[in-house]
C-alpha cells in the first residue's frame, strides 16, 4: 500500500453485519458506502450495504450458487445474506456471532470450533479464521467492482481501518489484526466503534460543528451492537471557532447486545416450541437464536404487527412435517426488552449487578446482569466530576443495530435524565448500522492530515519501576500526563536492560504528578494518605538479545520511547545504545485498574522471612537422610518461620521459594528421602501451575526437570510425589506437554503397566490424568471409559475414582478450553451408569462426599446447550442429591448457573490456592 493509492476503505467488522465504506481521496474526500456482492437467494446476487456476519457450509446435495458468480467464485462456503437465510432452515451449518468469539479467553481462539454446535458432518473454522473469510469475501467484492483493469485501486493496495469494540483487549485485537493480514490486508489499522461513530457524525457536520457543540459540552457515545456494549464520553473544548474534542472515558468489556435479546427470546418460545415436538437439541440453538432476532426486528420496528410466528424447521425428510411453530406477542417482546434489558432504576441502584449469573447460550459468556441501562448509570457514576455523584452528559449519540428501535433510545435518555435531572440531546446518527464504517474511512482521512481529530490525551502519567540498588524500584516517567493519541516520546536516559532472563517491568501511574520524561522518581509513595502514585500490573516478558534459546543473561545499555495508540495501548520502545542496533517493543493498555492492597501484600515476600526459610531448606538438604534428618521437620519449620500453615503460604512465599527450591534440583540425588521432600515442596509452591507473575517461565524451568526424569524411581514415595507435583502444576502445561505426562501414565492406566503400581500410586495417576484439562475430549472419554469400567468393577476406592470422573466430565472447567469438554450425551451415560453402580453399592463418608462432587460437576448448569446435560438427567441427579443428604448450596449449582464456591473449588483442585492467588482463565 503506497500513499498514492487512491482510495481510503473502513470496515465495520460487526458482530451481526459488516459495512464498508470509502474515500475517493482523488474526488475531495467526500465518504461514500460501498454496496457488497453476495448471494441473496440460490443463484442470485445482490449488492447490498449490509453483509450480514454469516458464513454457512451448505451440505453436499446443496447448490446455492447455480449460475451466479459470487465474489471470489465457488467456494466451500456462502458468507452474506443467503448464509443467513439457509442457516435460519438448516441447524447446525450455520457460524454467527463470530466476533464475540475473538474476545472469548475460555476457548482456543485459533482452534477450529465454529460453528460452536454444528452438524457432524459440518467443516469447522476457528474464530479467526471466520473474521478472515468476512474480510476475504469484502476484498474479493471490492476487486471486481472497483479494481477492474486497474491494479493501484485493488483492495489491498488502499489503506485499510477495521472497527473493533472499545472494550476489546489486547489479545482481541492483535487477532483481528491477524485475520486481516492473513486477508492480504499488509497495514490494518484498527479504530474503536464508539469513536467511530462519533467521527461519522463529525463529517456530517463538520461545517455547522461549532454550532451543534457549544464547549462545555460532553458527549456520551451508547453503542449496542449486535454482540456488545460500548460507552465513551468526548467532552468538547476551547471556543467556537477553535473546538477541540477530547475523550475522556471508555467502558470495559462488556459482552451484551441485541445476541442477548435474541437469546432471552429465544428462552420465552422454548417451552411453547418443546410442547409441540420435543426437547431441542443442542445444534437447535444457533437457528432457534437466529429466527428470534428476526422475530424481534419484525416487532420493534414501527407500525410492527400484534403477533408473528417463529417456526423451527424440522430435520432431513421431515424438514416441512416436522417443522414446529410457536406465536410471539408484540407486547411481551417490548416487556422483555424494557423491563429486561432497560429498566428505569435509581441512581443507587444504576450499578451493575455483579453476583448474577450471565447467559451462556452459544457458549459466550454473557455480561452476568443484562440490564444495559444499569451499566450505563454505573459507568456515569465511576466517570461523575469530582463532588457530582454523576456524570451528566449533554448530548447522546447512540450506534449499533440495537439502537435502531425508537422505543429503546427514549428508553435510554429517560433514564439519564432520571438520574441526572436533564434530558441530554440526541444527536442524529449517520446510520446506526452503516455509521461505524463512515467513521472508519473519515479517520483514515484523518490519520492522513484532514478532517477533525478527537483527541485522547491520558489523564495519568506513565512509570517503569528501575532497579537503583534499593529494596523498591524508582519510578521512571516515560509517559507525561496529556500525551496525545499517535505521539511518541523521547525519555532522555539510558538505562540498562535485563536480556535473556525472565524479567517484570513494575508499572505505576499518577493522576497528581507533573513529571516529564526522563524524570526520576527515587521513592515513589505508594500507600497511605500522602500516596502520589498507584501500582498498575506489570509487564512480564523474556527480551533476548540472540535466536539462540542458550543465550546466556546479560544487560545492555537502551533508550527508552514511549507512544500513545489511538486504541489506549502505551507502547514502549526500547533500543540499544551498544551499536547494536537491537531493538523491543512492549506494550501495556493502560486502562487499567489498580492492584489492590491485599493482591499486592499477596504477592510480596518479607525478605527477611525468606533468607531463614532458605538457610533452613539448604541445611534440610546438606544433612545425610535418617530418622532424625532435618528434612522431616522442613515443613513445619518454614510453617513457623512464615507463620501459616503451608496451605496458607501467600502466593508470593509460594513463588519466592519455587524461585530458590528450582535450582537445587540435582540435591534430589542425595537419597529418595531428598528426592520426595523437593517434589513436595516444589508442587506445594507451584500449584495450580498458573496465576502469578512469570509463572510461564517458572513451569518452563520446571518442565526441563520432567524431562529429565525421577533420580529414584524405585521408590514408592517419590514416584507419589512425582505425579502429585504434575497435577499441581497442570493448570500451567501446554496441550502438547499434557499429552506427553498422559503417555506416561496411560500404560498403568489401562492395565498395559509391566508392574502393578503401588494403590496410592495409582490413584495419584488418575487424580493427575484427570486434571490434564487440555486434552482433546476424545481422549477425555477414552480415559472415563476406562475409569467407569474400574468403578463398575469395583477396583477403585470412590475417594479418587469418582473424583477423578467428576474433573473428567465436568462441565466448567477450571483453565482448559470449552471446546475440549466431554460431550453432554457421553456424560449422561456415565451420569446413568454411575448413579445405577451407587444404588446397588452404596458409600458414606468421604467417598459419598466424592460421589456427589462427581455429579454435581458433570451435570452442572452452565446455560450453554452445546454443554449442558438434559432436564430429565439433571432433574435425576437433583433428586439422588437429595436423597443422599446433599445440602441445599451443594445442590445449586445443578439447578442454577453459579461459579464455584471456595469449598467446591478447593475440591476441584486437590488442593487449596495460594493466599491472594486470583485465577484467570489461561
Excluded at 432452515?89 to 479467553?105: D, M, N
Excluded at 522431616?632 to 519466592?656: D, K, Q, T, Y
Excluded at 452452565?862 to 449442558?868: I, L, N, V, Y
Aim: hydrophobic share 40%; proline share 7%; charged share 25%.
Amino acid at each position: 500500500m503506497s500513499e498514492s493509492a487512491p482510495y481510503g476503505i473502513g470496515i465495520d467488522l460487526g458482530t451481526t453485519n459488516c459495512a464498508v465504506a470509502y474515500v475517493d481521496r482523488r474526488r475531495g474526500g467526500r465518504v461514500e458506502l460501498f454496496a457488497v456482492a453476495q448471494l441473496v437467494a440460490p443463484g442470485e446476487l445482490d449488492r447490498r450495504a449490509l453483509l450480514p456476519s454469516c458464513i454457512y457450509f451448505p451440505t453436499p446435495h446443496e447448490d446455492l450458487f447455480g449460475a451466479a458468480r459470487a465474489p471470489g467464485g465457488r467456494r466451500a462456503d456462502v458468507v452474506g445474506e443467503l448464509a443467513r437465510r439457509q442457516g435460519s432452515r438448516v441447524a447446525g451449518r450455520l457460524v454467527l456471532s463470530s466476533k464475540s468469539w475473538l474476545s472469548h479467553e475460555r476457548v482456543d481462539r485459533t482452534a477450529a470450533i465454529l460453528p460452536w454446535q454444528g452438524a457432524p458432518d459440518c467443516p469447522r473454522i476457528s474464530p479467526v479464521a471466520a473474521a478472515t473469510r468476512l474480510l476475504e469475501h469484502i476484498r474479493d467484492a471490492w476487486d471486481e467492482v472497483m479494481a477492474t483493469g486497474d491494479a493501484r485501486a485493488a483492495f489491498t493496495a488502499q489503506p485499510v481501518v477495521i472497527t473493533v469494540p472499545a472494550s476489546f483487549d489486547q489479545v482481541a485485537r492483535s487477532l483481528t489484526l491477524e485475520a486481516a493480514r492473513a486477508a492480504g490486508i499488509a497495514s490494518p489499522q484498527l479504530i474503536e466503534e464508539p469513536q467511530a461513530a462519533l467521527y461519522a457524525w463529525i463529517g456530517a457536520h463538520a461545517d455547522e460543528l461549532g454550532q451543534r457543540l457549544a464547549p462545555g459540552a460532553s458527549v456520551l457515545v451508547v453503542d449496542v451492537g449486535g454482540g456488545t456494549t460500548d460507552l465513551t464520553v468526548v467532552t468538547v473544548e476551547g471556543s467556537e471557532g477553535d473546538l477541540v474534542l477530547r475523550r475522556v472515558a471508555v467502558s470495559e468489556h462488556l459482552l451484551l447486545g441485541g445476541d442477548n435479546v435474541d437469546v432471552a427470546i429465544a428462552r420465552l418460545v422454548l417451552p411453547r416450541l418443546e410442547a409441540a415436538g420435543g426437547a431441542l437439541e443442542a445444534r437447535d440453538w444457533p437457528l432457534l437464536q437466529l429466527l428470534c432476532r428476526e422475530a424481534k426486528e419484525t416487532l420493534l420496528q414501527p407500525e410492527a404487527p400484534e403477533r408473528t410466528s417463529v417456526v423451527l424447521p424440522g430435520r432431513g425428510s421431515r424438514l416441512l412435517g416436522g417443522a414446529r411453530m410457536a406465536s410471539l406477542e408484540r407486547e411481551e417482546v417490548v416487556q422483555l426488552v424494557l423491563e429486561g434489558f432497560l429498566p428505569r432504576v435509581p441512581l443507587e441502584q444504576a450499578r451493575p449487578e455483579r453476583s448474577r449469573a450471565g447467559l451462556q447460550e452459544l457458549g459466550l459468556p454473557y455480561a452476568a446482569d443484562p440490564a444495559i441501562t444499569r451499566h450505563i448509570g454505573g459507568f456515569l457514576q465511576r466517570h461523575a466530576p469530582e463532588g457530582e455523584r454523576v456524570l451528566a452528559p449533554t448530548a447522546v449519540l447512540f450506534n449499533g443495530g440495537m439502537v435502531k428501535q425508537e422505543i429503546v433510545r427514549a428508553r435510554i435518555l429517560d433514564a439519564i435524565e432520571d438520574w441526572t435531572g436533564q434530558r441530554p440531546v440526541e444527536l442524529v446518527s449517520a446510520g446506526y448500522d452503516l455509521a461505524v464504517a463512515r467513521g472508519a474511512a473519515y479517520y483514515g482521512m484523518v490519520r492522513r492530515g484532514e478532517g477533525i481529530r478527537i483527541r485522547g490525551g491520558i489523564e495519568r502519567a506513565y512509570y517503569v519501576g528501575v532497579d537503583v540498588g534499593k529494596p523498591r524500584p524508582a519510578a521512571l516517567c516515560v509517559a507525561p500526563r496529556g500525551l496525545e493519541a499517535g505521539q511518541t516520546v523521547e525519555v532522555p536516559l539510558e538505562v540498562r536492560l535485563k536480556t535473556n532472563m525472565p524479567v517484570a517491568f513494575p508499572l505505576y501511574a499518577s493522576t497528581s504528578r507533573d513529571d516529564r520524561p526522563g524524570e526520576l522518581v527515587a521513592a515513589p509513595r505508594l500507600e497511605g494518605e500522602d500516596a502520589d502514585m498507584h501500582e498498575l500490573p506489570p509487564l512480564v516478558t523474556m527480551l533476548r538479545t540472540k535466536r539462540r534459546r542458550a543465550s546466556r543473561a546479560r544487560e545492555i545499555p537502551v533508550e527508552v520511547t514511549a507512544r500513545l495508540s489511538e486504541l489506549g495501548v502505551l507502547e514502549l520502545g526500547l533500543h540499544a545504545t551498544d551499536g547494536s542496533g537491537r531493538r523491543w517493543a512492549l506494550e501495556q493498555t493502560v486502562r487499567l485498574a489498580t492492584v489492590g492492597d491485599d493482591e499486592q501484600r499477596a504477592q510480596r515476600c518479607d525478605p527477611e522471612a525468606l533468607e531463614r526459610a532458605l538457610a533452613a531448606v539448604h541445611e534440610a538438604f546438606d544433612a545425610p537422610p535418617g530418622p532424625a534428618s532435618p528434612l522431616r521437620s522442613l515443613g513445619a519449620r518454614l510453617e513457623e518461620i512464615f507463620a501459616a500453615a503451608r496451605e496458607a503460604w501467600p502466593v508470593g512465599v509460594c513463588r519466592a521459594l519455587f524461585d530458590r527450591l528450582l535450582p537445587l534440583a540435582e540435591l534430589r540425588e542425595r537419597s529418595p528421602e531428598h528426592e520426595a521432600r523437593w517434589l513436595n515442596l516444589v508442587g506445594l509452591c507451584i500449584r495450580p501451575g498458573y496465576g502469578a507473575l512469570l509463572d510461564e517461565h517458572r513451569i518452563a524451568g520446571l518442565w526441563r526437570v520432567v524431562l529429565s526424569g525421577l533420580r529414584h524411581p524405585e521408590a514408592a514415595a517419590c514416584r507419589i510425589e512425582w505425579w502429585i507435583l504434575l497435577r499441581r502444576a497442570a493448570g500451567g502445561l501446554g496441550r502438547g506437554q499434557q499429552e506427553q505426562v498422559l503417555g506416561k501414565l496411560q500404560g498403568a492406566l489401562f492395565g498395559r503397566g509391566r508392574r502393578r503400581e503401588h494403590a496410592q500410586e495409582l490413584a495419584e495417576m488418575w487424580r493427575l490424568a484427570a486434571s490434564l484439562e487440555r486434552l482433546a475430549r476424545g481422549t477425555k472419554v477414552r480415559l472415563g471409559e476406562r475409569l467407569l469400567e474400574t468403578i463398575e468393577a469395583g477396583r477403585g476406592s470412590a475417594r479418587w475414582s469418582e473424583w477423578s470422573l467428576g474433573r473428567l466430565g465436568e462441565r466448567t472447567p477450571v483453565f482448559g478450553p470449552l471446546n475440549e469438554v466431554v460431550p453432554p450425551e457421553t456424560v449422561e451415560r456415565w451420569i446413568e451408569r454411575l448413579l445405577r453402580h451407587r444404588d446397588r453399592h452404596p458409600v458414606e463418608g468421604d467417598a459419598l462426599v466424592r460421589t456427589r462432587f462427581a455429579l454435581v460437576q458433570m451435570a452442572r448448569r452452565t446455560g450453554d446447550p452445546a454443554r449442558d446435560v438434559s432436564e430429565p438427567v439433571r432433574e435425576r441427579v437433583l433428586r439422588w442429591l437429595e436423597a443422599h443428604g446433599a445440602s441445599e448450596a451443594q445442590r445449586l449449582p445443578v439447578e442454577q448457573i453459579v461459579p464455584p464456591a471456595a469449598p467446591e473449588q478447593r475440591l476441584r483442585f486437590g488442593d487449596s490456592l495460594p493466599t491472594g492467588l486470583r485465577l484467570a482463565p489461561t
